[in-house]
């Protein structure tokens, strides 16, 4: 089939069409709908499975909700030790911003200089750990990349708990934050973001208005809207960030900056654990779990739609026969 074919009659049509003439391919010809994560192979064929299908889904929820909550501790931690907030960019684009048309250097130098960490944190996770097209992609560098995040968290409180001046101790935080982030974005596909909640909000709002839309239409169960599943990753996420920094308060009040050491040591550790779980193929075991459970049904699933293709369709757009052995 051609491209030509896919860009006039959509996803859909191409797979249509493509299943007329080979209900054993489509998968590599047309782009697939929604977020598939894994793929079984069946005499060659990749055959997606979306990742809130996963058996490991719960666990990558959890995960999700431990690092945001490691967030909106180390943010809430760094605000009480009287600096800005130091996993997003927003507020402190506003502070540069401010501070550049009343003329304070030293504010902006301090708020520059955590942008500049953030983004290089961003660059770092993102040059070393490269692009992949596959995600929620379970991948022992991935654990390194928690393994060094909960070093530099540890790193930057050292710095707070130990220097007068807090600029390279929030520094190192926001780069860190910055790693995490773009960890968790390239992972997931920018479904899972971990450090602000501004573009989770966003999210929730948007698969709640798809949810919203279809049931006053009547279409919830004819034609359910493809995000929802999305609400059982960023609600919790969305809370976890809340209880993070609530957590922070208590425990500053307590234990004062040592108190971020709740957050870092146990970001290194979790690291260790999945580069260990990794080593000993954990993560390999789920998804052969996975694809034995949905193999069949996402054959079936296939086969089902070549033969309602060949019930409307005698014949394929070129003129021959099409057969199922």
Not at 242 to 255: D, I, K, Q
Request: aromatic fraction near 8%; charged fraction near 15%; charge should be negative.
């Amino acid at each position: 089939m051609s491209s030509d074919s896919c860009a006039k009659g959509g996803v859909g049509a191409c797979e249509m069409t493509t299943l007329m003439q080979d209900p054993f391919a489509g998968a590599d010809e047309c782009e697939s709908v929604g977020d598939m994560s894994e793929f079984t192979d069946i005499a060659g064929v990749r055959l997606p499975v979306p990742v809130q299908e996963r058996h490991d889904f719960p666990y990558l929820v959890a995960g999700a909700c431990f690092l945001t909550a490691v967030s909106g501790f180390i943010n809430a931690t760094a605000i009480l030790t009287g600096g800005n907030g130091v996993t997003h960019a927003t507020g402190s684009t506003t502070f540069f911003a401010v501070d550049t048309m009343k003329g304070n250097a030293p504010s902006m130098q301090y708020v520059g200089t955590v942008i500049a960490s953030f983004l290089a944190g961003s660059i770092t996770c993102s040059c070393l750990g490269g692009h992949d097209s596959e995600k929620f992609t379970m991948k022992q560098s991935n654990g390194m990349f928690l393994i060094v995040i909960g070093l530099l968290l540890t790193a930057g409180l050292a710095a707070e708990e130990n220097m007068s001046d807090n600029l390279l101790g929030h520094s190192l935080l926001s780069y860190s934050n910055g790693m995490q982030n773009a960890l968790c974005t390239s992972f997931s596909g920018a479904v899972i973001r971990t450090t602000h909640v501004t573009g989770m909000l966003t999210d929730i709002g948007i698969s709640i208005g798809h949810y919203t839309h279809a049931l006053i239409r009547g279409t919830l169960t004819t034609n359910p809207p493809p995000d929802t599943w999305k609400l059982f990753i960023l609600v919790p996420q969305y809370l976890s960030f809340f209880l993070g920094a609530v957590t922070s308060v208590y425990f500053y009040s307590l234990m004062g900056i040592r108190s971020g050491y709740l957050a870092s040591l146990p970001t290194t550790l979790l690291g260790m654990m999945y580069v260990f779980a990794s080593t000993k193929g954990a993560f390999d075991s789920m998804v052969e779990e996975e694809r034995a459970a949905q193999e069949m049904e996402s054959l079936e699933r296939k086969l089902s739609i070549a033969i309602q293709s060949v019930l409307q369709h005698e014949t394929n757009p070129s003129g021959h026969q099409f057969i199922l052995k």
